[in-house]
């Protein structure tokens, strides 16, 4: 079993940056993919980012390519998405989200954290 909390978000103007952290507990934290995504208002949970146990292999949106990075601190048991350049159409509820393979699909993790919510305006 593996619990996660989200922490991290808030409101922020066009243009400004967030750092979004997870901080998991119960077994290897290594041992497990993580990912992060996205769900807006009336919109179904996206995809966002997601690295392999030790940080191998990061997938990204094309969405946040190049204005978001995740990554991870097995010591700390912390995976982080630094976002950068944000905009309004960022805004939504950010989940992190692990599994025991690496995956970018909503089915593809079994475990999830409460959410955090990301306000970007205009």
């Known amino acids: 079993q593996v619990q996660l909390v989200e922490s991290g978000g808030g409101l922020v103007q066009a243009g400004g940056s967030l750092r979004l952290s997870c901080a998991a507990s119960g077994r290897t934290f290594s041992n497990y993919a993580m990912g992060w995504f996205r769900q807006a208002p009336g919109k179904d949970r996206e995809f966002v980012a997601a690295?392999?146990?030790?940080?191998?292999?990061?997938y990204y949106a094309d969405s946040v390519k190049g204005r978001f990075t995740c990554s991870r601190d097995n010591a700390k048991k912390t995976v982080y998405l630094q976002m950068n350049t944000l905009k309004p159409e960022d805004t939504a509820v950010y989940y992190c989200a692990a599994d025991k393979s690496l995956g970018i699909a909503v089915g593809d993790f079994a475990y999830w954290g409460q959410g955090t919510q990301v306000t970007v305006s205009s």
């Open positions: 690295i392999s146990g030790l940080g191998r292999t990061i």
